[in-house]
């Protein structure tokens, strides 16, 4: 189930990361966590790795924050927060959170709302109190 939750978090997050890249194309911390959060899923890099990965990623929002992004603030979030499920996967609904806010910032409510909607669809069911602990 840890697995699957990751790969869940992984994609949301990975939805959001054209929206951080374009305002910030030569950072590429959000993007590497989420490879290594994958990395972790088949067993080719260490939690500890990815913990960093993540401090990473949330060091990259620090710096669109700075720019007064959020969208790209919010996309950054979700990939460490993905990436972080490695260590507990509980950090899986804020991965796919931060990654609806984030195309919400960018294309509206219901950018966000087929965000959530697209998340619901393509997390397996028995996984949806994890991905979802306060329902839909």
């Given at each position: 189930m840890h697995h699957a939750i990751a790969r869940w978090a992984a994609a949301?997050?990975?939805r959001a990361l054209p929206i951080f890249e374009e305002l910030r194309p030569r950072d590429d911390r959000p993007r590497a966590a989420i490879a290594a959060l994958r990395a972790w899923e088949r067993g080719e890099l260490p939690m500890t790795a990815c913990r960093n990965a993540a401090f990473a990623a949330h060091a990259a929002a620090r710096d669109a924050n700075d720019a007064g992004a959020m969208?790209?603030?919010a996309a950054a979030r979700a990939a460490?927060?993905?990436v972080a499920v490695a260590h507990m996967f509980n950090h899986a609904p804020h991965a796919a959170t931060y990654a609806a806010?984030?195309?919400?910032?960018?294309g509206g409510e219901g950018a966000r709302d087929a965000e959530r909607v697209w998340q619901w669809q393509n997390l397996a069911p028995e996984?949806?109190?994890m991905g979802f602990p306060k329902g839909m």
């Amino acid at each position: 189930m840890h697995h699957a939750i990751a790969r869940w978090a992984a994609a949301s997050a990975e939805r959001a990361l054209p929206i951080f890249e374009e305002l910030r194309p030569r950072d590429d911390r959000p993007r590497a966590a989420i490879a290594a959060l994958r990395a972790w899923e088949r067993g080719e890099l260490p939690m500890t790795a990815c913990r960093n990965a993540a401090f990473a990623a949330h060091a990259a929002a620090r710096d669109a924050n700075d720019a007064g992004a959020m969208a790209a603030v919010a996309a950054a979030r979700a990939a460490g927060q993905a990436v972080a499920v490695a260590h507990m996967f509980n950090h899986a609904p804020h991965a796919a959170t931060y990654a609806a806010k984030a195309l919400g910032l960018h294309g509206g409510e219901g950018a966000r709302d087929a965000e959530r909607v697209w998340q619901w669809q393509n997390l397996a069911p028995e996984l949806r109190s994890m991905g979802f602990p306060k329902g839909m």
